[in-house]
C-alpha cells in the first residue's frame, strides 16, 4: 500500500466528498501549493489512486488539448487507500459517495499493531526487529515502547545474545 502524505491525503478526501469525485479544484487549504501540488496529483495518478479523464466542467479541468478539457478522479484504489470503500460515486446515478454499511472485522495493520504483535510472541522482539518491522528511528521505537507502558503494558526485558529482547508479559485490561 502506497504511504499517503498529508497533502495526499486532504486531495483524496476533498474528492470523495465531492459527488463527482474530481480532485480539482483544490481546497482553500492547499490552494498555495504550488509545486507540491502538481508533484502530489502526479503520484496520485502514478500510484494508480487517482486517474486523468474527460470532464465538461471547466473548474475541475486540470489541461486542456484542443477543444477538450481533463480532469483529475479519485479511483476505487484512491478510496480504499483513506478508508472508504466500494465505488466513488462515478456511476452516473447522482447517489454521490455512499458511507460503507458494514465493514468486515478485518484488524487494522498500522506499525504500532506490528510492534505490539512482536512483543506477544513467545520470544518478544529486539530493538532492531522492531525497527525493521516499521522503520522507524530507534527513539521512535523507544518512545511506543513507553507508550505501551503507559497503557498498561507491562514489558518484560531478556538478553539475547549481546541485544536486549522486550516481551509483553501482561497485558493491559
Given amino acids: 500500500m502506497t504511504k499517503l502524505t498529508d ?3 486532504i486531495l483524496l478526501s476533498g474528492a470523495a466528498k465531492r459527488d463527482t469525485g474530481s480532485l480539482l479544484p483544490v481546497p482553500e487549504s ?3 501549493a504550488g509545486t507540491r501540488l502538481t508533484k502530489a496529483i502526479t ?3 502514478k500510484h494508480g489512486l487517482a486517474e486523468e479523464r474527460e470532464t465538461r466542467d471547466k473548474t475541475a479541468a486540470r489541461r486542456t488539448e484542443a477543444d477538450v478539457a481533463y480532469g483529475v478522479f479519485i479511483t476505487d484504489a484512491g478510496n480504499a487507500a483513506i478508508g472508504i470503500g466500494g465505488d466513488n460515486g462515478n456511476d452516473g446515478e447522482g447517489e454521490g459517495n455512499v458511507a460503507p454499511s458494514a465493514q468486515p472485522d478485518v484488524p487494522r495493520v498500522t506499525k504500532a499493531s506490528s510492534v505490539l504483535a512482536l512483543l506477544q510472541r513467545e520470544e518478544g522482539a529486539t530493538l532492531a526487529d522492531m525497527i525493521a518491522a516499521t522503520g522507524w528511528l ?3 521505537t523507544r518512545a511506543a515502547l513507553t507508550g505501551l507502558r ?3 503494558h507491562t514489558l518484560e ?3 539475547r545474545g549481546d541485544q536486549t529482547c522486550y516481551r509483553i508479559a501482561a497485558v493491559a485490561a
Avoid: C, N
Fill in 7 to 9: 497533502l495526499d491525503a
Fill in 30 to 32: 492547499v490552494s498555495g
Fill in 43 to 45: 503520484g496520485l495518478i
Fill in 138 to 140: 530507534p527513539h521512535t
Fill in 150 to 152: 503507559k497503557k498498561g
Fill in 157 to 159: 526485558k531478556s538478553k
